[in-house]
């Protein structure tokens, strides 16, 4: 298991690479985080050695995929592990069908639609062209969005300056999205149809050589392994 501290955006792709599954920040018992593994000093520095920078940097570059996969958290995956991962936690029916069969919201279905139709849209934007940009609407926007994640749909696929600009200083940089089959093509990253039974023993094989006793016993239950 690694130990120790990070200092460069390359050590962060190896550790991702030998752990699997890397949360933000402490999530998974006696397992590594971002946070815990990197210098406290290099975040939010903005250069090329902050962390924070690295979380939209990772997905961008196709090393791993991000977004709030587990206990509503935010989770690096390795381009390993993600399409076990996906087929585990996503699902076999189209996003259109589980609406109709009300397993998902209408805002939901929006959202998605809309992530659809301008890959790569930044929240602001997606807020904004989805109609959910009123105050009332930012619970079940972000209720929305984490669902999407949650369910694999979509990830997090990097960070992007708002377009919409009220004033000479309201421009800022805030996280984009895209559907996760075109992030997936888009880094090259094998799409099948894989059994969710057959895609457990893959993680479950995966994860044993990676993980200590305690996060296993973690993972075991988060992807009823």
Not at 6 to 12: F, H, K
Not at 86 to 92: E, P, R, V
Request: glycine share 6%.
């Amino acid at each position: 298991m690694f130990q120790g501290k990070i200092s460069t955006y390359e050590d962060a792709v190896l550790l991702i690479n030998e752990v699997g599954i890397l949360p933000l920040a402490p999530l998974i018992p006696n397992h590594p985080s971002l946070y815990d593994n990197t210098l406290g000093e290099q975040w939010l520095t903005g250069t090329d050695a902050d962390p924070w920078l690295w979380r939209t940097r990772l997905p961008r570059d196709g090393a791993a995929a991000y977004g709030k996969f587990i206990k509503k958290k935010p989770v690096l995956i390795s381009r390993e592990l993600f399409p076990w991962v996906k087929a585990i936690l996503g699902s076999n029916l189209s996003i259109e069908v589980r609406y109709q069969q009300g397993l998902i919201s209408k805002d939901t279905l929006v959202l998605y639609q809309q992530i659809r139709e301008e890959e790569g849209i930044e929240t602001r934007s997606l807020r904004l062209k989805a109609r959910m940009h009123g105050k009332e609407m930012k619970k079940p926007f972000e209720r929305s969005l984490l669902e999407l994640q949650e369910t694999m749909d979509i990830v997090i696929s990097g960070a992007k300056e708002s377009r919409i600009i009220l004033d000479v200083n309201s421009a800022w940089k805030s996280s984009s999205f895209e559907s996760t089959d075109h992030w997936m093509e888009n880094v090259s990253i094998l799409q099948t149809d894989i059994h969710v039974e057959l895609a457990k023993k893959e993680l479950k094989n995966c994860l044993t050589g990676k993980c200590s006793v305690e996060a296993m016993g973690f993972l075991n239950k988060c992807f009823q392994l």
